[in-house]
């Protein structure tokens, strides 16, 4: 079959109003092919400002959500709260929560759960550290992050999920995993969800790859069989990331 690629930008904690406007600017003026879906994360507070002015064939994503609704939860934000201002998407599971602020696997899975439940779409991410890869044990680690949301999603949910897969060593440093790194991490990733969940499920998720992705290597991995789109960083917040959503093209 043939998986719609995807494209997802991730701003992290980075820009300004004036910033937004510009770069929302800049992005409505360029060329999306229509058989690329495009999703930017951005901070929970410029989402609406985003929802606002970006392009309507491009979706916002919150870069992080809660696990209830409601509550005495200072700080937090709800998936229902990111859908009220805009959000179609959430990503999850991020080497920055997961390493940074020390979020588990378990943890993620559950945001997951109350995401998909409150209607947005996820992109989950996975990958391992550099010297989980040097130790043979990206496969290992990129599982068993996989299967806490396995065993909390119903197979149906898949149909919502993206997978992104971010090898934490490539994330912002410049290095990036080869093209065949990452067909091979992706391949395995399918194979995994083929026995984890099903043969459909393995065959219709989208695998992005995301790690220092570029308007000078996107379109080389994009060529791979099981590279299903991007979650970019860095280049999202720049007009390169135009070309990045055309590397199929």
Known sequence: ??????????????????????LAATFNAGSSPANVEVVIGAPYVYIPLLADTLRKDWAVAGENCYVHATGAYTGEISPEMLADVGAKWVILGHSERRHILNESSEFTAQKVVKALAAGLKVALCVGELLEEREAGTTQVIVNSQLDAVVGAVKESDWANIVIAYE?????????VASPEQAQEVHAAIREYLKTAVSPKVAEETRIAYGGSVGGKNCKELAQKPDVDGFLV????????????VSATQ
């Open 233 to 244: 960083g860095g280049a999202s917040l720049k007009p390169e990331f135009l070309d990045i």
């Open 1 to 22: 079959m043939t998986r719609t690629f995807w494209v997802g930008g991730n701003w992290k904690m980075n820009g300004s109003v004036a910033s937004i406007k510009d």
């Open 167 to 175: 090898p934490v060593w490539a994330i912002g440093t410049g290095k």
